[in-house]
Structures are given as C-alpha cells and as structure tokens.
C-alpha cells in the first residue's frame, strides 16, 4: 500500500507537469493510438471536450428559437433557414478555410497558414478535436448577427455574409486572442485575455450585427414619427425555451474552455455562469419594472442572455459574488442599450447588439478590474490572471482595453464594409412589399404556422 | 508487464479505498491544484457531476413547457417569467445563504452555520462542485411550486416565495437529509435515505405547491355546480417537449447523485430511471383508457414524470424489474391523486402535487420495502441498503416512514405559512378581471402570441 | 521521476492492451466493485456511454418535433402519443425480451436466448449499461416509423407494431449485425459492418415505415386527379427544433458507439458526423433551390438529418472531406427518393423513407467504397477498414451490398407481413371522418391547441 501511495504521489506530480503538454500537437495519428500512448490521461479531455463542444452546438436551437420568438411569425420560418443555413455553411467553411487561418501556425502574429480542408499532417484526432472546438464557437458568432438583420435581410445577402464571417472575420480575430496572434502576446499583463470568447465570439458577432443593422435601416413600422414603437415577438414561449437553452449550453461554452477536464477550477466556472446569467436576469427584471411597472419577460431573458455573455471572458478568474456583480451590470448596461440603440435609429429586432456587443465589451473590460489571481492564463501555474483591484496594476486592464478597441474596430468595420459591398450590389433588404408579407412566403414560400389564423401586423 | 500489473492492481485497491475520501473537503484551493494532487482520479467525477448538473438544470425548461402547455395561453408569458425568475433567484438565494444553511457544517443536526456567500475558506473546486449541485436540485424544489399556483398567483408572491423555498424550506430539510441532519441519523436501518431527492426535492415542491393551491382556491371556471371541469392546456407539443427534456434531464438528477463516476453502479440506476417513467406513462395511459376509452396523452405525459419521482429515492437500490413495478404503481397514484384532489376541490393546473408530492412519499416508501443488498450508503461497500423483502427486516421502512411524515409536516407547513402570511398582508391571488383576461396582460404587459387569433377561455 | 516515467509508459501500454478487454463480461457484479477493481480505466466508459446514450434518447423530441411540425395541427396530440408511447413500450419490451434476443449469446448466428427480464447472471453493471446503449438505439429504430405512417395510422396499431419492432425486428436484425450473428461473420472484409447504424437503426426504421406507408395508402388530399399535392407541416418552428434537437443528439449515436471513450478516434467521428449533416443541409437547400426558385426549409431540414443518417455506418472510418461528399450525395439522393416515392403514390408525410431508409443504405455502401485503413472494427488494432477507394479490395464492398439487401428485405417484409395482418384483423386505418377531423380528437379528446382558431386543411 505504501509503495501504491508514493505512485499515487507521483503520478500527481507527472499529471501537474503534464497538464502544460496535453496541448502539444501529436503529428498525424488519425487513429489515436500513439496519443493516447503519450498522454493516458487525453481521454478524460476528449470526453470534456466533446462533450462542452455539444453543448454549445446546442445553442444553436437557443438562439432560433430566441430570434423567432421575439420576431413575428411571418418570418419564423426565415429565422429556422438563417439559424440552420449558418452553423451549415459555417461549419463547411471553417473545416475547409477557417481552422486554417485561425490555428495553422501564425504569419507575424496576422493569421495562421496551414490545415487547409484539415489534409494531411492535420487528418489527426487531436487537430480534428480542436478545429471542432473552435468550430462551434465560430458558428455562434455567425449565428447572433441573425438577430440583429432579422425581417428584413435577403436570404441570399445572408448566406454570403455567412460564408465571411466563418473563413475570415472569425478567424482571423479568434487568430489574434487565441490562435498565437498579436493581441495575445501585448507586452501588457498576461497579453489580451478571453477566457471563452465575450470579444472573440460575442462581441464579434454582435458589433457585424450593428454594422448590419445600420446598412439595412430600420423595419417598416418601428418608427412612427420618429418615435420607436415597440414591435412584441410572436412567442414568448418559444422565446423563454431560447433562453434556456442558451443557459444550458453556455455552461460547455464556458467550463469546456479550460480544454483540460483535469483543471478542476471547471467547477468554478460553472458557479459564476450561473450566478451571472442569474444577476443579470435579476437586475433586467427589476430595472424594467422601475421603469415601467410591469414584469417585462422579454427583458429579463435577455439580461439572462446578457449576463451570460459577460461572464464568458473572466468566468475563469473571479470569484462567484464578483460573477453576481458582473451580472447586474450586465443587465442595465443591456437595459441602457438597447434604450439608446432605439434612439438613435438603430432597429435591432432582438437586441443582439446591446446583449452580445456591450455585454461581450463590459466582459473583456471586467477581468482587467476583477481577475483575482487563483487561475493562470488557462493553467494551474503562474503567472495567474491579476486585475486592477486584485492587485494586479494597470497592465491586464490596458491589455483588455486595446482589446476592446481592436474588437469593435475589426467587427463593425468589416462587418460594415460586407453589407455596404453587398448592397451597393444587389440590395441587401428585401422589396417593401415582401417585407409587409413576411418573408417566410417570397423568400421561402413556406409559412410557418398555416393552421393558424393570424394577425399580419 | 508484470510490474505494470502490480501496478495495476495496487491502483485499483487504492482506488476502492479512495472513492470513501473522495467527499473531503480540500480547504480553500481555488486554484484546485492542491486537490487534484491529493486525488488524482477525481477530474472524473468533476466531470461527471458538472455534466449531470447541467443536464439537472436544464430541467428548468422542462418544467417551463410543461407547465406551459398544461395552461391557457393567456397565462404562458406569466409561467416563463416565473419559471425563469425562480432559476434566477434561487440560484443567487442558495449560493449566498442556502448552502450555509444546508452544508456548512451541522449545529445540532438541525441546520448548517458557515459558508455564508462561499467565502474565504468556501472559496475552492471542491466546494464551488458541492454548491452548484445541491443549487439545481433547489431550483428544481422551487419551479415544481409553480404549476401548482398556475394561472391566479400574483408574480410578487410568487418571487417572495422562491426567495423562501431556495434559502430556508428547501436548506433545512436537505441539510436533515443530506447534510448530516437528524433524519440521516436516525436510529433505524441506515437512518432515513433518499437517494436523489423524491423527498428532498419532489415532495418538498409538491406539498408546498399543495398549501398553495389551497389557500389560492381554485381557478374561475373549474368548479361548475360544484362539478369539477376539465380545462385542458394550450399546447400538447409544449407539454411533450416539456416532459421529454425532464426525463432526459433526470439521467443527470439520478445518476449524478452518486456523486462519484467510479460507482459503476450508475448504469444501474440510469436503468432503472429510464423503466420507471415507462412503466409510468404506460401505466397512467392504460388505466386513463380503461376510464375514459381515450388514449389520454396529458395523463401518460404525467405517468412519465410520476415514474420519475418515484424512482427518484430508490433508483440506485433496486432492480429493473422492481424499476417498472414502482413505475407501475406510481402512474396508478397518480391517476388516483389527480382524481382525488379534483374531487376535494383543490385546483392543481398540473397535477403538481399529486406528481410531485404523492410520488415522492411513495418513493420514499420504496425504497424501505425492496432496497436489493446491492450498493451501500452512497458507497460501494458495506453495509448495503436492504428493505422489508429482501432480509433488511422493519429497520430502514421505518426510517422512510418517518421521513415521510416529516418531509409532509415540514413542506406542507412551512408552504402554508408563507402563502397565509402572503395573503394576510397584501393577497396573493390577482383581482377576478386580471385572471380572466390571463396574466400575461396584467403583470407583465406582454401577450405571449400576438400574431395569433385566440379564443379566451 | 524517472520512475514515474517508467509507470507512465507501463500505464500507457498496459491500457493500450486493456482497451481489447473492456468488452469482456464481468458476470454478475450489480454493484460494480469488482468490475471496477479489474478494470480502474472503465470508469471514463461508463460516463462516456451513459451520456452518449443519455443524448440518444433525447432525440426522441427531437423526432417528435420534426414530426410534428411537419404534420397538420389536428393529429399533433396523436404525435406526441405515438412518439412518448414508442419509447415506453420500447424500453419495457427491450428490457424484457429484446436484450435477450439481440445480445444474450447466439444461436447458430441467428438470434441470442439468454437475459430474459436481465434476471440472475444479467444484473450486473456491464450488462445494464450494454442494455441501456442498445436500448436507446432500439427506441430510435422504432420511433422512425411514426412519420411515414402519420395522420392516419390507428394508435392501436401503433402500439402493437412497436411491441413488435423492440421486441423483434430490431433485436434480431440487431443480432446479425451487432451481436455476433452472421451478418458480422461474412467472410467477406471484416464481415459487414455498421459503425453506429445507419442500417440496424436507420434503414430498418424507414423500410418498416415504407411498408407501414403502403398498407395504409395516401391520407385524403395528397393526391387530386393522380397528381401529389403539398399539405405542407403545421409548425416550422417545431420542425427546425426537432432537427437541431437530433443534430445535437446524433453527437451521441456516432460518437458514442466507439464505446469506448479511450478511442481518441470519437473527435474525429464527430467532425465527420457534423460535416455531413452541414452538406446534406447544403446539397438539399440547393437543389430545392435550383428546382423550384425558393429557399426550402423544410428539404434542408430533411438534408440535416439524411446526412446524419448516411454518415452513421461510416462516420468512424472516413476522414473529413470524405463525410462532406458523403453528405452531399445523401441531399440528393433524399431531394430525388422523396420526389420518386411521392410519384409512385406512396405517401410519406415527413420523407422518412428517403431520409431513413434511402439515407441508410447509401451509408451502407459509402463505407465499403471509402474507409480509409485508419481505424480498426471498434479498435484501435489491426485489422483496419478499407473500402474499395482506399486499397481495400473488393471485399468490404461486397460484404455491405449483402448487408443492404439483407435489411432492406428484413425491414420491408417483416413490416409489410405485420401491418398486412394487423389490417386483416381490425383495419389499421382510421376512418376517414376521423381523418378528416384529426386523431387528435377521436383518439385522444384533446385537440393540441385549443386556444388557437385553426383552419382544418
């Protein structure tokens, strides 16, 4: 027993060590076998990691279901087509192109240049694991623009922007943060950090869907007399089950993000999910019924949603009360948002751009305040992850801040040049009398409910 | 090879052994190196408890469209914003005072006293792991309450009494169970046992659903001539989704509770969960056909559940064939209870407590009658939970029968209490004309599907 | 360290050795101790196949809402009956008789005869956890069948052929391919192979379904003056949820089947099963697109799952720009069965037939063509598999055509022979008023939606 003790012993140290190479590439072995050879414990990841990356292929269905119940049913099953076509196309691209600008080694710190179509040297479990797992990710930035350019958008102006963002915009940020790109390596704190993505996915997504939103302008009917009228979804069912969803799946999205099952501080990541998806629904809730005086649902599973994004950069680095803080600031900075955003003009059917824009911004912004130095830079050694108010100085927050410059800059401005590009084309929105009709008949020629008799408003 | 073997063996003896510490705490290492170092097989049940976690969690959409489609459409916005708020709130609830009271220690088996916002020494894996487990099972307690009350409680009494349930009710009785309270002391068989929570949890929401229901009376319209009406739900694809996204979610509520992946024994009870909610549905189908000559689909959908919460208790004690047997019986009490309560004049828009509460007790009951000898306290070693059939003698059926009384008393009780103050103070049912025009209009200002033309029922 | 090393290698090539014993039976250890203590890797198993199969089974709403939505409103409630029913009945007979058909043993290769009720010997954890795996796989089998036969089909009838299809047609099938019986002792290739079932799950499910789709003939309207007509689905929304609801569980179906999770080849089964269902989704939406000039949802929803299908039998053995061909193909040859059996008169309400039943036996054949040598029959060892593309001969290709035509005639003649009789003996059929007016009230009493004016089409 005692000669089984001092294995046990240093069997822990060997797996301490070893945690810092399970991300050491095994050169081509599709069939597994020396990998697992070299690493015994690689099994437990891919199971981890698998299964994380099938949770948050789920949220796939949370967010069509979000977008189609906050829009009106004469474009349901439009949002079904743009929702699936996305994480198809997607997932196409990305496998062909994409995986290789965003992980294939790094030109100067731009974009990376090998795995094309994942041939070769990359036909290899621990490449296809990874580009798998970069891969959902991608999709979930493709898929939040949806909700901004809802009703209105041309399914065709759809699928190409689709095709863009998953072979270039996506990787070649997601290159930067986490594929050995330049904003990583910032001579500031432990570089730019993002633990799960509020900029890389998040805020990407949300800022192309601004971008989009102002090139097509806001729908018929959502200013009257330049006063904003509130355009209520057609299911608050179907919205509340997108929510849950999401919920559900964020917890891969952000736990799977350590990518080692054996860094245990996955438990503690999924507290501050949770406690930051609650927060922000909370503070959601409880702002809407100042204001107003009634329980607004719709408002509280988007502080849910928004207190979600938030977390997702610094879930790895706070404690949980911080996560609560950080999810009801969340909330009213997604109140304020969307507030402003309908000011200005700006019509954004579901409020993607304040949920996953300002949400993902106050995220990466938060860890550079709140990091409290238990965690390091996705792994169990220092240096770990300091903020501003843990003492760790003004660096990790200046990284954060170039960030959140850079991210808002790449995704609006990209985002902005696609749209304009397409318009100036072939017209990005639809003809005023499909958009009346609803573009589930032109576009699709199938409506979504026709059992039901309803109100075309 | 030979030393390989040893090897080989000397870890599996050392791994029986370690499955029994696998439950110590590992004082405040948030990092969760230390942990891991100490125990370097429990990355496993890391994974294994977060991902049956967040299968748990995802429960909550289940219950959401349960309920949902069990009522009137005009009161679907109103069941996603209680549904959503008692996740939220519970979550933030028990991680701030509820674990303390439910975990932290034990002040004369009555209740625990540190632990209060899981800070300093709380701040660590192993602890974040704990909480968030015992969370989801709080979260599920309190959104059973909630198709109880369907349909005429004010959303205010509804938030107060999740703030209740998630710090105080649901807290005390696990810590009695769970948390080394006297019910898991008593001097019979292995003191009370419940393995996942038909008790904790089921029993619990289903009997404070039950004083809810009665002192909200029941619902315009159920009662003609004192004669009970059918008043059927809105949405029976809602209502199915809603019971199938529970029966997968109760894979991670049963299997999970081991607590410990290395007992394989999870196999068994995943088994046995999955026979129980068919026994259950076909049961409940049957014997609804045999009263009515209708293939009644409301009734097996709540067969499915009872026979979850049935098997809930027993489920890592038993057998297969004894799975079905409590199935069985379980969808005929709940038949018999759904009868039962509508005929008392109880308006229970689910059936809720007959599901919840009556298939909890009987559970419980279970457990002390045909618990096989095969699997110990939590514990693949002796001693080995055995009930009245199978040789354990009167011993561990009297500890569940004093469970059952108890979880009645304290859930009932307390239930009531809340809701009589409740009312007292500011009444806790909406005015006559708020719940004929449905809910989702009064508090909160939202219809939950304006595109369709609806009937008012 | 050194030493530590040296266990290290001693571990990594003793579980290599381990991996060809995992399967090995440990007779009868319900509690799991001493199958633990042999074998300490097995854990990581048994969380990998439960959750696999915890993920299987949720893809019973996932058919449920595809089927649904695809349907009219009016036989909604019978759909959710058929498809809660299918796995009740499903899981109670498997348990019972199927279990011991399919995997109890063989008889000369033609069926197993030992486990009945997994009494004795079969209650153990490895025997339960093989039941439950293959039990999930059984219910899919079944539950395939309800949208060839929907809208008119007696729920009787459907209770009986599901009895029989988990008690029969899928065990014995099951047996010849998965549990040692001939089909797996073809002395052609390895014998046939079927990764994860796209005939033993897949094609025996649409060919069941095709016979069901004869007997009963075409619903009233699909076909006026000879020519098929569009009676498009009640619930886009529904439909698009039940296909990204299957998407997310076929993770588990493909993956999972490895059955082993220390076969790091699930990464790239899971790409590959993704990639396909991307092309199918691609190939369906563009051909649609090119045939009718609208974006059609509902074929590229039917790509999704027909991609998935094809990929089933081959998902372990291709690499990944060969699942993208793959999936292309099964688009097509989905887009082209659908139109030829809506030609011939036979009418499949959701394309079952061409999705299941045409998509499987193309996977079926695409692994004798295109296995690439880098994976072996469920194992990492040689022998590897080798399709005719790939330097393997003849003889794997030759192996799945006799497979094909086996389940195809298996599938269609036991079907046909069931409902024939079934039909002789109380007429399978509703009549037609009952069609007319919907399933939903004459077999159920419960319309799906009763708070909705609805157009009966």
Redesign the interface.
């Known amino acids: ?1 005692r ?3 001092k ?2 012993l ?7 060590l070893g945690f810092t190479v399970t991300a050491v590439a095994y050169a081509n ?5 020396s ?4 690493n ?1 414990q ?3 990841n ?3 990691i ?2 994380c ?3 948050v ?2 949220m ?2 949370g967010f ?2 979000l977008e ?1 119940g906050f829009c ?3 474009n ?2 439009n949002l ?2 743009k ?3 996305d ?3 997607g ?2 691209m990305f ?1 062909l192109i994409g995986y290789a600008i965003m992980m294939g080694g790094s030109w100067y710190g731009l974009w990376g240049t090998k795995g094309w ?3 070769g040297d990359y ?1 290899d ?2 490449k ?2 990874n ?2 797992w970069m ?1 959902v990710f991608c999709a979930t930035a493709a898929t939040i623009v949806s909700g901004a350019v809802a009703e209105r958008l041309k ?1 065709k102006a759809y699928l190409i922007y689709t095709l863009i963002v998953s072979a270039i915009i996506y990787p070649i940020y997601g290159h930067w943060v986490w594929g050995g790109g330049w904003l990583s390596q910032l001579p500031f704190g432990l570089g730019h950090l993002d633990f799960a993505g509020s900029g890389v996915v998040h805020a990407i997504g949300g800022f192309v869907g601004l971008a989009g939103a102002m090139v097509l302008g806001p729908r018929f009917g959502k200013y009257i007399k330049g006063k904003p009228q509130g355009i ?10 997108g ?3 999401l ?2 799946g964020w ?2 999205f952000n ?1 799977g993000s350590t990518c080692d ?8 990541i ?2 501050n999910t ?2 930051a ?3 922000g ?2 503070s959601a ?1 409880l702002i809407a019924y100042w204001k ?1 005086k ?5 408002m ?2 988007n502080g ?1 949603v928004v207190g979600l994004v938030a977390i997702t950069a610094p879930c790895a680095w706070v ?3 911080v996560a ?1 803080l950080i999810g009801l600031i969340a909330g009213a900075l997604m109140y304020a948002g969307v507030r402003f955003f309908e000011a200005k003009g700006i019509d954004d059917p579901v409020g993607a751009v304040s949920v996953h824009g300002l949400g993902g911004l106050w995220g990466l912004l938060s860890l550079g305040l709140f990091a409290d130095g ?2 390091g830079n996705y792994s ?2 220092e240096p ?1 992850v300091r903020g501003l108010f843990y003492g760790g100085g003004w660096g990790q927050l200046i990284a954060q801040l170039i960030g959140i410059a850079v991210v808002f800059v790449w995704a609006f401005g990209t985002g902005y040049l696609i749209f304009k590009i397409m318009d100036k084309i072939f017209g990005i929105r639809v003809p005023p009398e499909e958009e009346l009709e609803g573009l ?1 008949i032109s ?13 075309n ?1």
Chains 1, 2, 3 share one sequence.
């Not at 072995?29 to 076998?33: K, L, M, R």
């Not at 099952?261 to 503690?268: E, K, Y």
């Open positions: 027993m000669r089984a003790s294995i046990w240093g069997l822990s140290l060997v797996g301490l072995d599709p069939t597994g076998a990998t697992l050879a070299q015994p690689i099994p437990l891919y199971v981890w698998l299964v990356a099938f949770l292929m789920f796939q269905p069509a279901m189609a009106r049913a004469k349901a099953t079904m087509a929702n699936l076509m994480f198809a196309l997932s196409l496998f179509l994942m041939l036909y479990v621990d296809y694991l580009m798998f891969l399914f209520p979804g057609h299911s608050m069912t179907l919205a509340a089950l929510v849950f969803i919920w559900f917890f891969g736990a099952a054996h860094h245990l501080r996955i438990s503690v999924a507290v949770n406690l998806a609650a927060a629904t909370l809730l107003t009634k329980w607004d649902v719709g509280a599973l849910a404690e949980g009360w609560i238990t965690y169990l050694e770990f589930d576009e699709h020629g199938t409506p979504a409910y026709p059992d039901f008799i309803q109100i408003r």
